[in-house]
């Protein structure tokens, strides 16, 4: 099973081979989770390209294996994608995969979301902290009017209810409930003033 019309169905399937072999092998992902990969985690993270602007720069937080990112960046190829990793053994396995599947709109940075700069209309983020660590690290990267997306599990609206967007002049959240045919997701979204 993979998405159709998004891109081809031999370069999502590619990724999906990668991320069972040299993921699991590299500590990427969970020795278990080769079985999952589809559900659990690439169709975990195609209901993001639903909230994405046509032709947006977009920075993932901690981008691990490339979920989301690797994952918005086959399937929005309008979009530019900078995949923000701090870890090496992460950043050199994302480079890899760039090359393998010829994204020429993605790059990585090796770096600590708060060290990086650069201005983004969307942040993103998996598993990578609560939402209060999340925005004091990533907030300087957007731009006016922009927003981080974080996909969180079903807890997404008490962590949103817990996270003190106040600090943040003129931000405002949501819990957004994404849907593709695929699966769904929970993503909260905060909104910086424009």
Not at 19 to 48: F, K, M
Not at 116 to 141: I, Y
């Amino acid at each position: 099973m993979t998405p159709e019309g998004l891109v081809s169905r031999e370069t999502f399937e590619r990724y999906a081979e990668i991320l069972q072999s040299a993921g699991v092998e590299r500590g990427l992902i969970g020795p278990r989770e080769g079985e999952r990969i589809w559900d659990r985690h690439i169709y975990n993270c195609l209901p993001l390209i639903t909230a994405l602007p046509a032709q947006v720069r977009v920075a993932d937080i901690g981008s691990g294996a490339g979920l989301p990112g690797i994952v918005l960046a086959l399937s929005r190829p309008d979009i530019s994608m900078v995949l923000v990793e701090p870890l090496e053994r992460r950043a050199s396995f994302l480079r890899e995969v760039i090359a393998e599947l010829g994204l020429t709109h993605v790059e990585v940075v090796r770096k600590k979301a708060l060290e990086f700069q650069g201005k983004f209309g969307v942040v993103t983020a998996r598993a990578v902290a609560p939402m209060e660590r999340l925005l004091a690290w990533s907030w300087h990267l957007l731009a006016p009017g922009g927003r981080i997306l974080a996909i969180k599990g079903e807890r997404a609206a008490e962590e949103l209810a817990q996270t003190p967007i106040s600090r943040y002049t003129g931000a405002s959240g949501e819990v957004l409930e994404l849907t593709l045919p695929t699966g769904g997701c929970k993503v909260i979204s905060v909104v910086k003033a424009g």
